[in-house]
């Protein structure tokens, strides 16, 4: 179990594709959710987490609650991210724009960024005791960790003005007329006759409309700052006996410690640890299978104590019903196997 004094109100979930960290995690989510309010927000476009939860889809964007079994005394809800929700709900429904609905669209490029705001959101709502963050894979986990910053370069205010005094007039010609102005009538008549006189007046509609709500975006992204904060969040990065997955564990670490210092945890799943040692193989080949697995093992462990994070060991689950995965994995919060010998 993790020690009372090391419970945060953020716990943030990340790992390469294929090592469990949707499960992994939704299995934390069920257990803090025994006795407290638990929000469980999936970032990850893939959506597997209505998978293993019987999430439906169609709900993208809402609170989805989770019915728990009959000892539970807490609340479980899920919310798998719907970036054009996100973007509603800051600028508004008014705001329509083509390019704005175009980016907002599950594998448009603005699921991190609403991320962000959802996380602010429900962080400052106060309606849950702990809120779980289901990251994306791989390399799109960085990505989430640079949002802020990437909002923040956006919003500079060096360009801020300028855009809100271009967008206040409506059509092409009178956005045409300023940018003229500007010294920049060439770059925008080039744009023109490439992307044609709509998709002008499209893009500077909607940078107008982002530019205006700057204070509620850079609002939002104050969030970073209990990201970040060993006080209000731990991270667990889940990882597996793959030798390839042991290699982006370790890369990953790295990347985590330059954006923060504080509780973090390495989470091996699959772990044969219990198993192999009541293992005695009898062929060649089954001793070879042995030795690869503690290898693994051994692999993982090492990557824990040079970047000194705390090693939890899930067991490997033989079921193929990804609930069930789940429901076993429950049990293993309340002793996990934490090590950093």
Same mark, same amino acid.
């Given at each position: 179990?993790?020690?009372?004094?090391?419970?945060?109100?953020?716990?943030?979930?990340?790992?390469?594709?294929?090592?469990?960290?949707?499960?992994?995690?939704?299995?934390?989510?069920?257990?803090?959710?025994?006795n407290?309010?638990?929000?469980?927000?999936?970032?990850?476009?893939?959506?597997?987490?209505?998978?293993?939860?019987?999430?439906?889809?169609?709900?993208?964007?809402?609170?989805?609650?989770?019915?728990?079994?009959?000892?539970?005394?807490?609340?479980?809800?899920?919310?798998?991210?719907?970036?054009?929700?996100?973007?509603?709900?800051?600028?508004?429904t008014?705001?329509?724009?083509?390019?704005?609905?175009?980016?907002?669209?599950?594998?448009?490029?603005?699921?991190?960024?609403?991320?962000?705001?959802?996380?602010?959101?429900?962080?400052?709502?106060?309606?849950?005791?702990?809120?779980?963050?289901?990251?994306?894979?791989?390399?799109?986990?960085?990505?989430?960790?640079?949002?802020?910053?990437?909002?923040?370069?956006?919003?500079?205010?060096?360009?801020a003005?300028?855009?809100?005094?271009?967008? &206040? @007039? =409506?059509?092409?010609? /009178?956005?045409?007329?300023?940018?003229?102005?500007?010294?920049?009538?060439?770059? %925008?008549? *080039?744009?023109?006759?490439?992307?044609?006189?709509?998709?002008?007046?499209?893009?500077?509609?909607?940078?107008?409309?982002?530019?205006?709500?700057?204070?509620?975006?850079?609002?939002?992204?104050?969030?970073?700052?209990?990201?970040?904060?060993?006080?209000?969040?731990?991270?667990?990065?889940?990882?597996?006996?793959?030798?390839?997955?042991?290699?982006?564990?370790?890369?990953?670490?790295?990347?985590?410690?330059?954006?923060?210092?504080?509780?973090?945890?390495?989470?091996?799943?699959?772990?044969?640890?219990?198993?192999?040692?009541?293992?005695?193989?009898?062929s060649?080949?089954?001793q070879?299978? &042995? @030795? =690869?697995?503690?290898? /693994?093992?051994?692999?993982?462990?090492?990557?824990?104590?040079?970047n000194?994070? %705390?090693? *939890?060991?899930?067991?490997?689950?033989?079921?193929?019903?990804?609930?069930?995965?789940?429901?076993?994995?429950?049990?293993n919060?309340?002793?996990?196997?934490?090590?950093?010998?």
């Amino acid at each position: 179990m993790i020690p009372l004094d090391k419970m945060k109100r953020v716990e943030i979930f990340c790992g390469t594709g294929g090592v469990g960290k949707t499960t992994i995690s939704a299995s934390r989510a069920l257990f803090l959710a025994k006795n407290k309010k638990v929000l469980l927000i999936t970032i990850d476009p893939s959506k597997r987490l209505k998978q293993v939860l019987g999430i439906d889809e169609s709900l993208s964007g809402k609170l989805n609650k989770v019915e728990l079994d009959a000892e539970s005394k807490g609340h479980l809800d899920c919310l798998l991210l719907s970036p054009k929700t996100s973007f509603e709900r800051l600028i508004g429904t008014e705001n329509k724009n083509n390019i704005i609905e175009t980016l907002s669209k599950p594998y448009g490029g603005m699921n991190e960024i609403a991320a962000i705001i959802e996380l602010h959101y429900w962080f400052n709502k106060k309606e849950h005791d702990f809120i779980i963050l289901d990251t994306p894979p791989g390399h799109h986990f960085i990505d989430f960790l640079e949002a802020t910053k990437k909002i923040n370069a956006f919003f500079d205010k060096t360009f801020a003005d300028i855009f809100i005094h271009l967008g &206040k @007039e =409506k059509g092409s010609k /009178g956005i045409i007329g300023k940018l003229i102005n500007t010294g920049i009538d060439k770059l %925008l008549s *080039l744009l023109e006759s490439v992307t044609g006189e709509n998709f002008v007046g499209e893009f500077t509609s909607a940078v107008h409309i982002l530019y205006t709500n700057r204070e509620k975006f850079i609002e939002a992204i104050n969030i970073d700052k209990i990201l970040l904060s060993s006080e209000n969040s731990n991270w667990f990065l889940v990882s597996s006996l793959d030798q390839l997955k042991s290699k982006d564990a370790d890369d990953m670490l790295h990347a985590i410690n330059n954006f923060r210092k504080g509780d973090s945890y390495l989470v091996m799943n699959k772990s044969w640890a219990e198993h192999l040692s009541n293992w005695n193989p009898q062929s060649h080949g089954q001793q070879m299978l &042995k @030795e =690869k697995l503690e290898s /693994g093992e051994r692999e993982i462990s090492d990557i824990s104590k040079q970047n000194n994070v %705390l090693l *939890l060991k899930f067991p490997e689950i033989f079921s193929e019903d990804p609930f069930q995965q789940v429901k076993e994995l429950i049990s293993n919060w309340e002793v996990p196997e934490v090590t950093n010998d």
